[in-house]
């Protein structure tokens, strides 16, 4: 996967939360759409409405979408700094840090578009690069 892509509501908005609130590094990008360095692929943004009419789907946007987006980081402090930033970001804290059944630590929050993000700490699971 290289890039994934959120329908918005709000774009400006969506730019703020991500860019100024979460601190993710914006490409540059049209105005009609905004791109965001991840680890290991992009993040964009993009009108709901347009991204619905462009797919030939109703924008209907009701009921949980069947997935999440997942950020894994290096401690159970960290999640608990990352739900932090992104609850005074605008986020709602859907689900605070907490131990898991599997042995690692996580919470969920969701964006101002309501996508529900986890963010956990799993010993096993690898981070990123610099864990190479």
């Known amino acids: 996967m290289s890039l994934l892509t959120l329908g918005v509501r709000d774009l400006a908005r969506s730019v703020r939360f991500y860019e100024q609130g979460l601190g993710l590094p914006r490409m540059p990008s049209p105005p009609e ?11 964009g943004l993009y009108g709901r409405q347009a991204m619905a009419e462009e797919a030939d789907v109703a924008d209907d946007g009701g009921g949980f979408a069947g997935f999440t987006i997942a950020h894994n980081v ?5 999640v608990d700094q990352v739900l932090a930033q992104a609850e005074a970001a605008g986020a709602t804290m859907v689900k605070p840090g907490h131990r898991a059944h599997w042995g690692g630590y996580l919470g969920y929050f969701s964006d101002p578009d309501g ?12 981070v990123g690069p610099e864990d190479n």
């Open 33 to 43: 759409v905004a791109f965001f360095t991840l680890n290991g692929t992009w993040l």
């Open 74 to 78: 290096h401690s159970e402090q960290e």
């Open 115 to 126: 996508f529900l993000w986890e963010v956990a700490h799993n010993p096993e699971f690898w």
